[in-house]
């Protein structure tokens, strides 16, 4: 930016002021080969009203002896404004001009004296370093005041930055303190699901129990007794299941889809950590061959579920020393993945059962893993969030290719 | 004479069960749904064996028991330790545990066979 300025300088603006019109006219012969631009003054009270209207003066050259007001009046009264004060001036004065005078002058704001008659020479050398000085002074400001805008504008970045932590920061509190509530919530559960379940079931189990093994020896007070404790912990038990069926539900509702822009190769490459482990106990070859440049539309913990359950299956079903592949590719505006395993494969009638939740049950794995059957209804539950399918290709020992679709980006 | 048990628990269904059954049995029972005046209780009554769950409202069946086994008046009265929420067997033999643990829910038979190992003993 400064190279801009330096290339076009500004124009050099001389005021000159002298009572006499001849020496003006002098002043502006010496000069005049220089890319100089005039203003002339007879006085004083003129030079102080061009000062007022016309701005960015280089130099001032100023005659000392003016009659009504002279040179250091003049002087002084245009350091009296704050805008004016850079402007060097150089006095003119009369060549037997003493000493004590010049510092007079000097004590006025002058920068230099010129005495008169004036050598043209000096003139000229003078003005262009008090001009060229002027002019490198301004140059200083300016960048100066682009280095103060750069300044507030770091500051209010800063700022802005500063503020942005601060969101985040209390966006994260409010999700921890979700997931303590959560947490707890889930405590509860637990305890409801081990004590306030096993209490009650106690009672019922010991006295039905004893009513049913030998009823005819129990006086009827005492089947009273029992059908009354039967009753009530039967009560007890209801009003505990209800309440862990509100749990479940508005647990199952907090699971909103929030979907966002998501690099399919690092999402997968993130939700096939936890499983490496278990490849590896396999000895299973599990890779990643996502084009590392896809990106999709996905809610990430839905995929990162949907990753996991389907690679998790594939590792179930594969012999030991086998591979799960993964890859993508684009199809129209969706992402087609693939989960690619060297596993038993399935028949036709297995394939069918898949994604249908008339039977959630679950085939052991080729080393006797178990499952509930409930992962896959979960996960072609998440790809039609998305909207995206799920498909199969498979043969009993060819294999299992699982295929699903979810939004691409761009 | 039949040999006394003191039971502990919270839960009213399973002392009016417990106690129905277990007197049945000929045991002469008292219970009491509460841990604070568990030795006042104790004094009173003079068990032959304390049959207490871990979860007390408000109290812990564990602290109790050490409590108990610390008491040199107290510490030789057998204690069956009841949990609703998991078999605690790990810490059978140290200091200041119970005698045995059973874990809700149980069987009357399971019962009754640490019951009558606790007052053979």
Redesign the interface.
Known sequence: MADKINKVPMPVKILLVDDNDNNLLSMEVALEKEDYIFFRATSGREALRLLLHEEDFSLILLDVKMPIMDGYETAELIYQRDKLKQIPIIFITAHDYEEAAMFKGYQAGAVDFIRKPFNAEILRSKVAVFADLYQKNQLLRKQEEKLQAINADLLQLNKELEQRVLDRTIALENLNQELQALNLSKDKFLSVMSHDLRNPLTALLASSRKLSEDPESLSPGQVRQLSQIIHRTSNKLLEQLNEVIDWAKKQSQKTRFNPAKVRLAEGVEESLEILRANAQQKKINLQNHVPKDMEVMADPLMLRSIVQNLVTNAIKYTPEGGSVLLNAKREAQMACIFIEDSGVGMTAEMKSQLFSNASPRSLSGTNNEQGSGLGLLLVSDFVAQHGGKIDVESAPGTGTTIKFTIPVVG | MSEKILILDD?N??L???S??LAEHGYDIRTSNHGETIFEDIQDFQPALLIMDI?LAGLDGREICKDIKNDPLTHSLPVILIS???DPVGSLGLPGAPDDFL??????DQLHAKIAKQLAA
Request: net charge negative; proline share 6%.
């Open positions: 839960d269904d399973i009016e069960i417990l129905m059954l979860m609703g929420t998991h874990s809700k829910p149980f069987e009357m």
